[in-house]
């Protein structure tokens, strides 16, 4: 329990539930119930009750996101950066990043913004 079926936002929220807009048009546009900011406009075909929320879902879930960069992550590489050079490069390519530049760079904002960093 607890636990949502819903992807992420982009805000940062997963939400519990999603707002989707549209039913019965050809064109939906669906909501997280987190920010209300970010929406996601889907083909609906006209449908209507349970189809309809279905494409909202279905939209929601498979919208392309960027690549999430957990804050433990990023406190882990500035860590790591510490360390000896190859365990860097394992890391930053274990996050996804492109480089080991893009690893540095996010740590130094992440203190910039002065976020706890274990
Ligand atoms: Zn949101």
Redo the contacts with the bound molecule.
Sequence with gaps: MGQTKYER???G?I?MFLSPEGVGSRIGHVS?I??N??SIEFKNDFADGEAFKQNAEIAWNNASRAKPVAKDMIARGLTVLLDDLDERIILSDRIGLDSVDELVRLCEEEDQLRLPLK
């Design positions: 936002c982009p805000c929220k939400p997280g987190c920010c900011e970010w």
